[in-house]
């Protein structure tokens, strides 16, 4: 492929950040790679490994020559690394970001734009458990999606460009609103994280006859509750910043709990078979 961006920066320089400067890399899509981050250790290792060709711990000072910027930090740090670097941008930079909540972010950032620089709201629905420049490959979109989420205010050029980008690091791209894309994620990201933090947490402190009850659990367990070994800090923002969302989607997950609840209760063999098929066959659409 040719270059699509000739000096990218990258803010955030782990699994996310780094795997798509990766990406792009092994695609020859960009030409140099700019990697800032606030650890100094972890931007070290990055240029090591190969996956940024400068790096910088001024966010200011390192995007002053670059033609996009990708922000992959904690969702409520999003906002306030704009407002950092937007007096710095140069003239037509477009700034994109990886966070998997996108109404505030995208009203927020889309406001301190400076004139002619132009923000693209942006999801790459992929990940692992892993976090830090070490964790990052180049192979981690392939075959994913990666939701852009414009307005009437996104640039359509600033737009393609990044979609192109997207497509270049392997993922496949489509368009959602902002709102839409909340409500949705909300529901198949968010709450089944915050159910594993929450059942992983229940386990843990239960009281039974002073076992180490975790001590005990084998691999259904542990697939199921693999995803509470993500970034806490990650998900305290997420859940904070998709919050009414959350809230609703905690609501609607309770009401089926207590339904099951009621199920159990009533030793009632049909409709506990009943509600486990329903279960079962819309996961096995899934697949």
Known sequence: MSIIIERLAVIGVGLIGGSFARALREAGTVGTIVGIDTDHDNL???????IVDEIATDA???VQDVQAVFISVPVCSIPMVVREIAAFLPAGCIVSDGGSVKTAIVRECEALMPLGCSFVGGHPIAGTEHSGAAAAFATLFNGKRCILTPTPATDAGAYDTMARLWQSAGANVCSMEPGHHDRIFAEISHLPHVVAYALVHAVGTADVEGENVLSYTAGGFRDFTRIAS?????WRDIALMNR????????????SLAELRQRIDRSDPAALADFFTIAKQFRDGIL
């Open 244 to 255: 009414e969302a959350l809230l609703a989607s905690i609501d609607g997950f309770s009401t």
């Open 60 to 62: 200011a000072r390192g």
């Open 44 to 50: 070290s290792k990055a240029l090591s490994l190969g």
């Open 230 to 234: 993500s970034d806490p800090i990650m």
